[in-house]
């Protein structure tokens, strides 16, 4: 395929079903795509202790992030120079002082490089010191931690870190600002979903404000009914004041707005946002004050945005304090990962916000989660349905209009997604030849 056919299949208001369908583009992606950008690796706050280490797989490739004995941090691949064995196979834990490969016992330090192989005599008189093997497991070039937020760029091709994400980046400083010493800790475990879906249709869907009404109107009827007796003023339990405003009206998700920002990255919810009206905290309110100053503190917990997207790995949301990890695996195949952030600092009633939302919401077995997967499943298995060979993106789309660039948008509008597909194609095309032999797939 080349640097063409990619950008025949994305044009200004719709994208062809390829790009959901096709395991062949989806190989393709892994080594042109998702390696020259910046994806999520993990949350420094998971390896506090050197030889901690998190276990990743990011464009196809499995990765460690490792905490080192002088505090930093580093990604590295998770192989053995021997035989290609993964050094560590379970998703989280210690390493103590080394790495040691459980096939043959060959072992690494922290930063990667060989320590020792076992029948050393052997290798006397050959070339392995000389060889790639002798070079260790190797690291990843191109990490940053930004905010205790860990991620990697694993092709030497692509934009620095913060011309890449820009002022998105405001998302994640929203975040971890709501903590009165400015530090988070991932606790509660991680929800884990892989869903018979492609990566794409689920980042669509973070800035679409038109299902809810229609795909979760059982959940917000039910609580409706649940609730409907009790007096306007009444406190709202925590599951009602967030499952409730998933039923607001066309109205209320329009005029919420979002934002576009170049390379795919967006915010839903720059006005308002269905998290505006959780109950007010005077004492976390007060700490925050103290800790930011009043104006810093008051833009901080005045900006709820419903979801900020670092594109293509990461959502945010500042309240609750709740990130989604996409991680694809195959053309119909993602895993997500929903994450419950604590605010060190701040009272515990944020931090049961974050387990509520992410149990309620993004939990497989939630009010909310199954509706959505089975809308993606079966989209999955319809798109293939009939002469259609087009998803439409028409939503608040004039032609010839300028979508690049920071802009403002209605909170319904289709340019957030459009804007994800640009930037697709954008990275794809860069990195294909202009003129090899091949058709779309």
Request: charged residues 20%; proline residues 7%; hydrophobic residues 40%.
């Amino acid at each position: 395929m080349n640097r063409k056919d990619v950008l025949a299949l994305v044009q200004p208001d719709r994208v062809h079903r390829a790009l959901y369908l096709s395991q062949e583009l989806f190989e393709l992606e892994q080594h042109t795509f998702f390696a020259r950008t910046w994806n999520f690796v993990g949350h420094a706050s998971q390896i506090p202790q050197p030889g901690d280490y998190v276990a990743v797989q990011i464009a196809g490739q499995p990765l460690l992030m490792v905490r080192q004995p002088d505090g930093g941090i580093r990604v590295l691949y998770n192989r053995c120079a021997h035989k290609g064995m993964p050094l560590v196979t379970d998703g989280q834990g210690r390493a103590e002082r080394l790495l040691r490969c459980p096939y043959h016992a060959w072992t690494y330090r922290l930063d990667g490089s060989l320590l020792a192989t076992p029948l050393r005599a052997g290798y006397e008189g050959s070339a392995l010191q000389s060889s790639e093997a002798a070079q260790g497991m190797g690291a990843v070039a191109h990490v940053e931690v930004y905010r205790d937020f860990v991620f990697a760029r694993l092709s030497d091709s692509g934009p620095d870190f913060h011309a890449y994400f820009g002022e998105v980046l405001a998302a994640i400083d929203n975040l971890a600002d709501r903590s009165p010493v400015g530090r988070l800790r991932v606790e509660g475990g991680i929800l884990r979903n892989v869903i018979h879906c492609n990566w794409k249709m689920y980042l669509e869907n973070i800035n679409d404000t038109v299902h809810p009404l229609s795909a979760h109107e059982s959940a917000t009827q039910a609580a409706r009914r649940l609730w409907q007796d009790q007096p306007e003023d009444a406190p709202k339990p925590m599951a009602m004041e967030q499952i409730l405003p998933f039923g607001a009206g066309y109205d209320f998700f329009d005029r919420m707005g979002g934002r576009i920002y170049p390379h795919g990255h967006s915010m839903l919810g720059v006005n308002f946002s269905i998290h505006s009206g959780y109950a007010q905290v005077p004492e976390y309110e007060a700490a925050m004050q103290a800790a930011h100053g009043a104006e810093r503190a008051a833009e901080i917990l005045q900006r709820s945005p419903q979801n900020s997207v670092c594109f293509p790995s990461l959502a945010v949301k500042g309240s609750p304090q709740a990130i989604r990890v996409i991680r694809p695996l195959a053309a119909d195949r993602t895993l997500v990962e929903a994450w419950s952030l604590r605010a060190e600092g701040a009272p515990e009633l944020l931090f049961e916000r974050a387990m509520t939302y992410n149990r309620l919401v993004f939990s497989p077995m939630s009010m909310v989660a199954h509706d959505d997967v089975h809308l993606f499943e079966s989209m999955q298995q319809g798109l293939r349905a009939g002469p259609n060979d087009w998803v439409s993106l028409h939503r608040d789309h004039r032609p010839g209009a300028d979508e690049t660039g920071v802009r403002e948008v209605n909170g319904t509008s289709e340019a957030l997604m459009r804007n994800q597909f640009r930037a697709w194609a954008e990275v794809m095309a860069d990195a294909l030849p202009p003129d090899a032999p091949g058709e779309p797939a």
